[in-house]
């Protein structure tokens, strides 16, 4: 039985740790530290590690984790590392025999220029694109390219559960009621957020279904969010722009 679990770093990042019979896979270390105190606390040999994007706060402990374990790197081929790797691009599928792992890259740009989402097995690992009911900010890509690559990852099934690599979901809540005050299912997603919060759980994973149903990011077809943009016309993109512009600001 492959186990997934949040290894916190920083303020609220969470290092996705992966592992079965002893072997552990990594996404988006920012830090060595805590890695290596779960992989020797739980007795786990790396032996890859998946970086989104080259943020910093992503991709901090890569190199001190490559010298200290026997894992090797796989990053986007289309951004600039300065630690050995295996470059992907959209398409490519990394199969790892320990942890029994098979994982399909996607492009997914708008955070940063190469940002690339890893998905498989159920399992999305998407950085900084798809947060919990919110979305990474636009530092290199366009609005439009945002909009596309969250479309992109809608088209998965609607149980696949959704690792994202920061716990931003309680204010991106916030925003979202803003938007559509009353809608039931954001309140009930705020309700259980809070009960997790408060026990110093993660509100992560969450699911594909539950960001449909209340990131407000992934509805700019609906007349709520619509309306709430302020977007002179109903065009999803326009929509889209109009939103993440209001959430820089809340
Ligand atoms: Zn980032």
Same mark, same amino acid.
Request: hydrophobic share 25%; aromatic share 4%; net charge negative.
């Given at each position: 039985m492959l186990e997934i679990i949040p290894v916190p770093a920083f303020k609220d990042n969470y290092i996705w740790l992966l592992h079965q019979h002893g072997h552990a896979v990594v996404v $988006? *270390?920012? $830090?060595?530290q805590p890695v290596l105190e779960t992989l020797s606390a739980l007795g786990l040999q790396l032996n890859a590690i998946l970086v989104t994007h080259h943020h910093m706060d992503h991709i901090g402990g890569v190199e001190e984790l490559i010298h200290a374990t026997p894992a090797r790197a796989f990053a986007p081929e289309k951004e600039q590392y300065p630690f050995p790797h295996q470059p992907v691009v959209a398409g490519d599928r990394l199969d790892f025999a320990e942890p029994a792992l098979s994982l399909s890259v996607l492009e997914v740009p708008g #955070? =940063?220029?190469?940002h690339v989402a890893y998905c498989g097995s159920g399992m999305l690992f998407c950085g900084d694109t798809l947060f919990g009911a919110g979305c990474g900010r636009l530092f290199e890509g366009t609005p439009e390219q945002m909009y596309t690559s969250l479309q992109q990852l809608t088209?998965? *099934?609607?149980?696949t559960k959704v690792y994202c690599? #920061?716990?931003? =979901?309680e204010h991106n809540l916030e925003f979202a009621l803003s938007l559509e005050p009353g809608h039931v299912a954001l309140l009930a997603r705020q309700q259980a957020t809070s009960a997790l919060r408060a026990k110093g759980l993660p509100s992560l994973p969450s699911s594909l279904a539950l960001e449909l149903a209340t990131n407000p990011f992934l509805r700019c077809h609906e007349p709520g969010v619509i309306a709430a943009s302020?977007?002179? =016309? *109903?065009d999803p993109v326009n929509v889209f722009t109009a939103i993440r512009e209001m959430r820089n600001h809340f």
């Open positions: $988006d *270390p920012g $830090d060595a #955070h =940063t220029l190469g088209e998965l *099934p609607a149980d690599a #920061h716990e931003y =979901t302020g977007s002179a =016309t *109903p």
